[in-house]
T-cell receptor, first 110, second 116 residues
Framework: DQQVKQNSPSLSVQEGRISILNCDYT??????FLWYKKYPAEGPTFLIS?????DKNEDGRFTVFLNKSAKHLSLHIVPSQPGDSAVYFC?????????FGAGTRLTVKP | NAGVMQNPRHLVRRRGQEARLRCSPM?????VYWYRQLPEEGLKFMVY????????ESGMPKERFSAEFPKEGPSILRIQQVVRGDSAAYFC??????????????FGEGSRLTVL
């Protein structure tokens, strides 16, 4: 029962361009959404989040967009840098329940 | 100010043996979560604990798996009679409050279990 889906297992972009990572969810009870970034052999680290009362949250090069009607969120990274290469997990939470997507491996080419 | 500490980082067990994974949360954090990541899959929630209490174990397999977070000492995830399918990376996360409904969790570096 995958309540949070990241349908693209991988994404490759050129340095300086925009990276767009997508995430879909099915549970309408989710009211808080997060993105985590994970390097190999390390634990995930929090990147950015958005509450369901908002449709956009920006933090430097990172922007998360939320479309509640479509149950879709996306992470935009612009400009992309080689150091952004990692696996990105989308997460959605409702009260005490947090679910993660399968992750998207982003590769930023110099 | 140490982060979430997990040990061992790597553990190899033969089928039928027991695996014990430890997690020390960040200082001041009283909420601990265990997640499992199978190869090519995302993070799957297993259990959520507060000191001396299991709050939510809905993601924990009914048999062979148990978790505790005693008043003193680290949280422990215990897997009895391990099978090859238990091979995975096990991540612990902590938060100062019920972090899953308000924001971020702080993750450890994970313990990679390999069952031969």
């Amino acid at each position: 029962d995958q309540q949070v889906k990241q349908n693209s297992p991988s994404l490759s972009v050129q340095e300086g361009r925009i990276s767009i990572l997508n995430c879909d969810y099915t549970n309408s009870m989710f009211d808080y959404f997060l993105w985590y970034k994970k390097y190999p052999a390390e634990g995930p680290t929090f990147l950015i989040s958005i509450s369901s009362i908002k449709d956009k949250n920006e933090d430097g090069r990172f922007t998360v967009f939320l479309n509640k009607s479509a149950k879709h969120l996306s992470l935009h990274i612009v400009p992309s840098q080689p150091g952004d290469s990692a696996v990105y997990f989308c997460a959605a939470s409702a009260k005490d329940d947090m679910r993660f997507g399968a992750g998207t491996r982003l590769t930023v080419k110099p | 100010n140490a982060g979430v500490m997990q040990n061992p980082r790597h553990l190899v067990r033969r089928r039928g043996q027991e695996a014990r994974l430890r997690c020390s949360p960040m200082k001041g954090h009283s909420h601990v979560y265990w997640y499992r990541q199978l190869p090519e899959e995302g993070l799957k929630f297993m259990v959520y604990l507060q000191k001396e209490n299991i709050i939510d174990e809905s993601g924990m397999p009914k048999e062979r798996f148990s978790a505790e977070f005693p008043k003193e000492g680290p949280s422990i995830l215990r897997i009895q009679q391990v099978v090859r399918g238990d091979s995975a990376a096990y991540f612990c996360a902590s938060s100062p409050r019920s972090g899953r409904d308000t924001g971020e969790l702080f993750f450890g570096e994970g313990s990679r279990l390999t069952v031969l």
